[in-house]
């Protein structure tokens, strides 16, 4: 049996841009149902481009989890502001995403410990409201954490072009 590596949890930095718009890709092919290399090159340049911005301006953070040199888990958040609220009078809002582990390190509480890192993120930065969508696989890991649904929210679906 071989021994199991040491991981190690970390904020995203610029270098690791490229691990960055990797992991984004497998997680889109994943939950979309596509090949494991099917391309998304816009889909790929705009994710290059808002992780390269979005580190530089502290909208957006990463957890990256490395095991020997390897991804083994991973998790996003998008920081924004709209205007205050009753329930968010700070009006700083914060939306997880990218959450992901790989096949051969889940079940072993890693999408909880980044997940937990996240939002300790978002408390550090003064985030009232945390929100995120979650997959059937992904549902548990938040309702466990405190994670509720939520009631009210709309989404007006992109149309088709209009020409």
Not at 44 to 66: H, I, K, M, N, Q
Not at 85 to 112: F, V
Request: charged share 25%; proline share 8%; net charge neutral.
């Amino acid at each position: 049996m071989e021994p199991t590596p040491k991981l190690c949890m970390r904020l995203a930095e610029p270098a690791d841009l490229d691990e960055l718009v990797r992991a984004r890709l497998m997680v889109l092919r994943a939950a979309n149902g596509l090949a494991p290399q099917a391309p998304l090159p816009q889909v790929e340049a705009e994710t290059r481009r808002y992780f390269e911005e979005g580190l530089v301006t502290g909208s957006f953070a990463a957890v990256l989890v490395l095991a020997g040199g390897g991804l083994a888990a991973t998790g996003a958040v998008s920081f924004y502001e709209v205007m205050p609220t009753c329930h968010t009078p700070t009006g700083k809002k914060a939306y997880i995403m990218n959450m992901y582990t790989a096949p051969a390190w889940r079940r072993r509480g890693l999408a909880t410990r980044v997940l937990d890192r996240l939002v300790r993120e978002c408390r550090a930065r003064g985030v009232d409201t945390i929100t995120l969508e979650a997959t059937a696989m992904g549902r548990p890991v938040y309702e466990r954490y405190g994670f509720v649904p939520m009631e009210c929210e709309m989404e007006l679906p992109a149309g088709p072009d209009e020409n």
